[in-house]
């Protein structure tokens, strides 16, 4: 079985009601794009086709889901798994607050940037664990996750890029140390 199948597995076992819905053929998607295309003046207009969102025990899948290699599934479905258990943590109010309210004014949205952060600490992880410590320290997947927080894609929430990387490089030292790879690199 592939390994993303038997995660899901995991995953439907602590989340009984967890499910997977296309976002392009979803009302509800349509509508969350529009939006965010208003508020961030066109800024973010890749919700339906780029991004994997986590709302309630749905996640919302773009185009892209099908085509997805196997261990990158995994990689996306822990970072998910992280924003499931926020909201089991939080309770589905304060997560939505947390989330959604402080959106405007755009740029200053840290308990999102947060709640974010600590998901892509496990997408960094997954990385190193499926994909090695070389993997997690690829200055492509460090520009990229920089940049959502920078940047239009989450109406740009944390646009202090010097605050990220030092995030991201404490991350990436507590991994090589929870790695025992420590210098190794
Ligand atoms: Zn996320």
Redesign the pocket.
């Known amino acids: 079985m592939d390994l993303s199948e038997r995660f899901l597995g995991d995953l439907r076992a602590e989340f009984p009601a967890f499910r997977i819905v296309p976002k392009r053929r979803d009302p509800f998607s349509r509508a969350i794009d529009l939006a965010l295309r208003l508020v961030t003046f066109n800024g973010q207009r890749h919700y339906l086709t780029h991004y994997h969102t986590v709302i309630g025990d749905t996640l919302y899948v773009p185009d892209t889901w099908d085509a997805l290699a196997d261990l990158d599934r995994v990689i996306l479905l822990r970072?998910?798994r992280v924003?499931l258990r926020q909201r089991r943590r939080y309770g589905a109010a304060l997560m939505a607050f947390l989330y959604l309210v402080p959106f405007l004014p755009l740029g200053l949205a840290y308990g999102r940037a947060r709640i974010?952060w600590e998901?892509y600490v496990e997408t960094l992880r997954a990385t190193a664990e499926l994909c090695g410590l070389p993997a997690a320290r690829d200055p492509q997947l460090r520009e990229r996750i920089v940049r959502r927080f920078t940047g239009p894609d989450y109406g740009w929430m944390w646009p202090f890029r010097a605050s990220v990387e030092r995030w991201y490089d404490r991350a990436l030292q507590e991994l090589a140390r929870d790695s025992g790879l420590e210098g190794a690199a």
């Open positions: 970072h998910e924003h974010e998901a």
